[in-house]
């Protein structure tokens, strides 16, 4: 799963709520109904804490139905999931579908104990292009080379950001959350493409995985650790010295040498971006070739216009992100303050865009043989077995008595749900025009799912995905003319700063 940053949003008043809801409601999100927000007539009994006597009545009353008693054999003894998944989404999800793309690539892959799915969608994507190109049966770009710079950079970002905030509190919202995760695994599109503008890309078998790599929380424990204490003597040399920022760039450029040891020591040095390689290989027809270039050319063959029309692939650089974010008006420019990796790169935005358009775009992309890269809150209703992503899968309705009806605008404003993890879609199945089923190349390995693949119900894909990456000519004039737009900065602790 990708790694992410827990984000909770600001607290949302009860005044502010209704406003908010009825906006939601004008452009057709579900919400809760007037009546819903009115407050309930409750007895001027209750207690203020615990009572012991009544929750012994509770108990009492709870187990008095049989079915509820049933329901402690199996919930007690059994994972909810489990005892609760419904049979019927489970056949209704079929690895079926009258769209998908020509060439999806190979082999699935595997990110194994860390938060790299980002990483590994991006690849997945980029590779399709590049396997068309040199006429390959199975190929993986290396993750591991975008891991290593990306932690490098992170790691430099991070003490920048500190450098800029020196007047704030250290117990300040700001600080806390710089502070919460320096440089974790997780990341975003515009991130990804950071990297490649800058280091390019080579294949997996010229830098692969180290044991860190695919097992990275001791890596990530030890950078965080020393980018903590970075962070504590920048602040403390800062209260000494006059023009801190600027005459503290030395004492960050040590620090920085001591992150790119312990980076280094564990994921080992990686090809350097501007000097050449040499890739043996053997093309799906058993032919023999030899390409000597460097990553940074060799990225190259995802955005110049000959690629692009040869390999039916699309420009890494005119991608962008469109997102689903209800809380917020469709057709605007959304971005994250101080939110990134490498400084002075690409920012973080967002076209935020109802769900139709997204769907759209998806569905056109996929006519055309393109992958696409989506973000999601992939833990919600979900069986990493069955590879199975529907709403109905799991009933705890049935097997609690309880009533789960946030939208996807609520769960926004409570934490309770945001992008946790990228995976890439292949394919769709449609209806009378409408989507009904998608299918999902994951970076589990191939014993989760349908070999590594997963399918998504329409209706999950409405609650739980937040952001799908497309090519600026699937979508219309009107959707591109947004990204001329100044964006609306969201703070860093928003969910839409949640790294996948």
């Known amino acids: 799963m990708g790694a992410s940053q827990?984000?909770?949003?600001?607290?949302?008043?009860?005044?502010?709520?209704?406003?908010r809801l009825r906006a939601l409601e004008i452009r057709g999100e579900e919400s809760f109904s007037e009546k819903t927000l009115k407050v309930p007539h409750y007895s001027a009994s209750g207690s203020p804490d615990v009572s012991i006597t009544k929750a012994e009545t509770w108990e009492k009353e709870l187990l008095e139905d049989p079915k509820n008693r049933l329901a402690l054999a199996a919930l007690s003894s059994n994972a909810p999931t489990t005892v609760l998944t419904s049979r019927s989404a489970e056949i209704a999800d079929t690895q079926n579908f009258n769209i998908k793309i020509p060439f999806e690539g190979g082999p699935v892959t595997n990110q194994n104990r860390s938060g790299r799915?980002?990483?590994?969608?991006?690849t997945n994507v980029f590779r399709?292009?590049?396997?068309?190109?040199?006429?390959?049966?199975q190929f993986e770009l290396s993750q591991s080379y975008?891991?290593?710079?990306?932690?490098?950079?992170?790691?430099?970002?991070f003490l920048e950001q500190i450098l800029d905030t020196l007047d704030e509190d250290l117990d300040?919202?700001?600080?806390?959350?710089?502070?919460?995760?320096?440089?974790?695994?997780?990341?975003?599109?515009?991130?990804v493409a950071n990297l490649v503008e800058k280091y390019g890309l080579v294949p997996q078998t010229l830098y692969p995985d180290s044991y860190n790599a695919r097992n990275s929380s001791a890596m990530d424990t030890l950078l965080t650790t020393k980018l903590r204490e970075d962070a504590l003597e920048l602040r403390r040399l800062s209260s000494k010295i006059v023009n801190a920022k600027s005459s503290l760039s030395g004492v960050k450029e040590k620090m920085m040498q001591e992150i790119h040891g312990i980076i280094t020591l564990m994921l080992g040095p990686p090809p350097s971006p501007s000097k050449e390689f040499t890739w043996e290989f053997y093309d799906k027809n058993g032919k023999f070739k030899k390409i000597v270039t460097t990553p940074l050319k060799f990225a190259q063959d995802l955005s110049s216009p000959e690629s692009v029309r040869a390999c039916a692939g699309t420009d890494v650089h005119q991608l962008f992100s469109l997102v689903n974010d209800p809380r917020n008006p469709y057709g605007k420019l959304l971005s994250v303050s101080r939110l990134g990796n490498v400084t002075g790169g690409r920012p973080i935005t967002y076209v935020n865009v109802d769900m139709n358009t997204m769907k759209s775009a998806c569905i056109s992309m996929l006519r055309a043989g393109l992958p696409i890269f989506f973000g999601s809150d992939v833990g919600k209703y979900s069986n990493s077995t069955s590879g199975?992503?529907?709403?109905?899968?799991?009933?705890?309705?049935?097997?609690?008595?309880i009533k789960l009806g946030m939208s996807k605008a609520q769960r926004l404003m409570t934490g309770e749900s945001a992008m946790t993890h990228a995976m890439v879609l292949t394919a769709v199945?449609?209806?009378?025009g409408k989507p009904v089923r998608w299918r999902v190349q994951n970076s589990w390995g191939t014993s989760a799912?349908?070999?590594?693949?997963?399918?998504?119900?329409?209706?999950?894909?409405?609650?739980f995905v937040y952001q799908a990456v497309v090519d600026p000519s699937f979508v219309s004039k009107e959707v591109r003319d947004v990204l001329k737009k100044q964006p609306k900065m969201l703070n860093l602790w928003d969910p839409m700063g949640a790294l996948a």
């Open 128 to 137: 399709v292009a590049l396997m068309r190109r040199y006429s390959l049966e």
């Open 172 to 191: 300040s919202r700001l600080t806390q959350t710089l502070l919460a995760s320096p440089v974790g695994d997780g990341g975003q599109w515009d991130m």
């Open 449 to 463: 799912g349908t070999d590594g693949y997963f399918v998504m119900s329409d209706r999950w894909m409405d609650q």
């Open 388 to 401: 199975i992503m529907d709403v109905d899968l799991i009933d705890y309705e049935l097997g609690f008595n």
């Open 6 to 19: 827990s984000k909770v949003p600001d607290p949302v008043t009860n005044e502010k709520l209704p406003e």
């Open 429 to 432: 199945h449609v209806v009378d």
């Open 117 to 122: 799915c980002w990483l590994f969608a991006s």
């Open 146 to 157: 975008l891991f290593f710079w990306d932690k490098l950079e992170k790691a430099n970002y």
